[in-house]
């Protein structure tokens, strides 16, 4: 068996466990390299409330493990490693260990994770009472008062989500009084939390204690005043940032640092695909990084079939190769079709015709600039030597072709 | 490895003598059963030079906060009673730990 994965899958959060079950299940050679274990920053929250079909009854990790136990129940197969870089053009991947896999196709999925605020005291007071993910630290804060930094979907759930545990939640938020950014469902549940409090208009400046949180310097953002708060813990919930450094320079990322994809996820690298949070998208839940998945599994199948079939019957030939590029959808290509057949099989064994379809592997056509049906283009020791558009094509040009080649 | 709780941490921690690597997890926390792995190799790879002990936070909350400990995972490293070095959540690797442990044996 050759050394080559058929896909190599960065990252094992939803998207990239979705993209491995696709792959593995169309009997693709399917790697995917997780530095943790699976699942991503969904394996961090525990009310997952937004899974279709799953309202009630399951938590985050209990759903990335049936996501990571579907993808090798198919014959994926998941390493403990972590990618450090990547070469686009090879597709290789490269491990902090050392080691180093390579695919036919990439598909990155390596998600992004809870920004910072970058003030006095939050470095420091980390994992003492300064937290980003309150599924791992809410019990440490039973009966205890604390602050919650944010205001979008996850500042407001995960604050729902905390009431259980302290006994109040402070929400400051950097809007005028009643707005949220959360979703409307939420944010009704929140106003209705009598745990729940809220200070308007406001940021924290600092975050205070000696070797365990003790306090807050908040500031209000119209009148500049600061005021300090007690609380027992700050949990920070102000978005997230992509971790895609790693690939910086081997496919376009946007000025933030997500990648850019097209609708079938390839990034600006031919072959290299990526799905998730750390792509640039409208919506960064799980249900979309999965579907993200799929489409770039699929679309990742496609180039390998495409890919393969084009350079084996093509560029690897060692006869000149007649590719006419057709669609049975033209009328003309299916009339034309017989004239470049017979021409081309009156050489015999000398020369090679073959066809592509235009409607199914546009990735070719578009990379010979091939716009119209039907086009023939001659290809010798892999390269295109002379071609014929729509009007061009007669048994005569055919033959004047073939023989200057030959 | 030792299973630290309440009522045994001052004997098996703090009066322990030598170095006293405690893994405070949670079940809870998935960093931390990630992590779990690494460190079980680590205390079987160094288990003769430090004394390698893991606390579940969940039933000793109380302790955690005493030893100042609010957020998992957490490694922390003992010798005499005191508590001489940390490595906090961001800071909880295979290798920050392996480095630290050379650091402190």
Request: glycine content about 10%.
């Amino acid at each position: 068996m050759s050394n080559i994965w058929d896909i190599i899958i960065v990252g094992g959060g939803p998207g990239g466990l979705s993209a491995a079950m696709y792959g593995a299940r169309s009997k693709l050679r399917t790697l995917l390299i997780e530095k943790a274990k699976p699942g991503g920053q969904a394996a961090s929250t525990q009310d997952m409330e937004n899974y279709p079909g799953f309202a009630k009854g399951t938590t985050g990790p209990a759903l990335m493990q049936a996501f990571a136990d579907h993808a090798t129940s198919f014959g994926a197969e998941i390493m403990r490693n972590e990618v450090v870089s990547i070469d686009a053009a090879q597709k290789i991947v490269y491990c902090k260990d050392g080691s180093q896999y390579q695919g036919h196709t990439i598909i990155l999925s390596p998600g992004a994770i809870p920004r910072t605020l970058g003030v006095r005291g939050e470095q420091a007071l980390r994992g003492k009472g300064v937290s980003y993910c309150a599924t791992c630290d809410a019990d440490f804060f039973t009966d205890l008062d604390i602050v919650v930094l944010g205001n979008g979907d996850a500042a407001i759930e995960e604050s729902h989500y905390l009431t259980k545990f302290a006994n109040s939640v402070t929400i400051v938020v950097i809007h005028d009084e009643g707005v949220l950014d959360a979703a409307p469902m939420l944010q009704e549940r929140a106003f209705k939390n009598p745990k729940i409090n809220f200070i308007w208009n406001s940021t924290i400046q600092e975050i205070k204690g000696d070797g365990i949180v003790e306090g807050v310097v908040l500031r209000n953002i119209k009148t500049n005043e600061t005021t300090e708060l007690e609380t027992n813990g700050v949990f920070i919930y102000i978005g997230t940032i992509p971790l895609t450094d790693f690939v910086k320079g081997q496919v376009n990322l946007d000025s933030r640092g997500y990648i850019i994809t097209d609708e079938r996820m390839e990034t600006s690298a031919e072959g290299v695909f990526a799905a998730g949070d750390a792509r640039v998208t409208y919506l960064r839940q799980v249900v979309t990084a999965a579907a993200d998945g799929a489409v770039a599994a699929v679309a990742a199948e496609k180039y390998i079939i495409e890919e393969e079939g084009f350079a084996e019957s093509v560029l690897h030939e060692s006869r000149p190769v007649a590719v006419a590029f057709w669609t049975p959808m033209i009328p003309k290509c299916i009339e034309i079709m017989p004239v470049i057949e017979t021409a081309i099989a009156a050489y015999g064994t000398q020369a090679k015709l073959w066809k592509l379809d235009t409607y199914r592997n546009q990735r070719v056509a578009k990379r010979y600039g091939v716009v119209q049906q039907p086009t023939v283009l001659f290809f010798h020791q892999g390269e295109v030597v002379n071609r014929l558009g729509e009007d061009e094509i007669t048994p005569a040009a055919i033959k004047g072709i073939l023989d200057s080649i030959l | 490895m030792f299973e630290v709780h309440k009522d045994n941490f001052d004997q098996e921690v703090l009066q322990a003598p030598g170095l006293v690597v405690v893994d405070f997890w949670g079940p809870k926390c998935e960093k931390c059963l990630a992590l779990m792995p690494d460190f079980e190799r680590l205390a079987e790879q160094y288990g003769d030079k430090a004394k390698f002990c893991k606390l579940d936070t969940s039933g000793n909350r109380r302790l955690a906060i005493a030893q100042k400990v609010m957020g998992l995972p957490v490694i922390a490293f003992y010798k005499g009673g005191e508590k001489i070095a940390e490595l906090g959540p961001s800071e909880c690797t295979a290798q920050g730990i392996e480095a630290k442990i050379l650091e402190l044996i």
